[in-house]
Nanobody, 124 residues
Framework: QVQLVESGGGLAQAGASLRLSCAGS????????VGWFRQAPGKEREFVAA????????YYADSVKGRFTISRVNGENAVYLQMNTLKPEDTAVYYC?????????????????WGQGTQVTVSS
C-alpha cells in the first residue's frame, strides 16, 4: 500500500511561483508513476503532469507546459511540482496520485492512490 501527503499550496499573486510536494510512503512508491491533477469548483479533474518511476520521463498538459516542472527524488520518496508564472486559471485543488505503468497517464482512473489535495489560489 502507498500513502501520499501533499503540501506547499497557498495563495500567490499572478506571475509568482509555488512548489508543491508529494511525500510518498510504502515499499512500492519508488516503482510507481506519479501524477499531479487539479480540480477547480464545478469542473472535472484535470491532468497536469506525470513522471515515471525513475524520473527519466515526464509528461505535461498543454495548459502548463513551459511553466510547470515535475520531478522526483527517490532517495527522499518525494515528487515535486514547481509552478512558475502562475495564472488565476491555475486556481484549483491539486492532487498527487500514484499508480502502475499506463500508456494513458492523463486518465485519473489509471491511478490507484491519491493524496488529500492542497489548495492553490492565484490572485490577479
Amino acid at each position: 500500500q502507498v500513502q501520499l501527503v501533499e503540501s506547499g499550496g497557498g495563495l500567490a499573486q499572478a506571475g509568482a511561483s509555488l512548489r508543491l510536494s508529494c511525500a510518498g510512503s510504502g515499499r512500492t512508491f519508488s516503482l510507481l508513476v506519479v501524477g499531479w491533477f487539479r480540480q477547480a469548483p464545478g469542473k472535472e479533474r484535470e491532468f497536469v503532469a506525470a513522471v515515471n518511476w525513475n524520473g527519466a520521463s515526464t509528461y505535461y498538459a498543454d495548459s502548463v507546459k513551459g511553466r510547470f516542472t515535475i520531478s522526483r527524488v527517490n532517495g527522499e520518496n518525494a515528487v515535486y511540482l514547481q509552478m512558475n508564472t502562475l495564472k488565476p486559471e491555475d486556481t484549483a485543488v491539486y492532487y498527487c496520485a500514484a499508480g502502475g505503468f499506463s500508456r494513458t497517464l492523463e486518465d485519473p482512473g489509471k491511478y490507484n492512490y491519491w493524496g488529500q489535495g492542497t489548495q492553490v489560489t492565484v490572485s490577479s
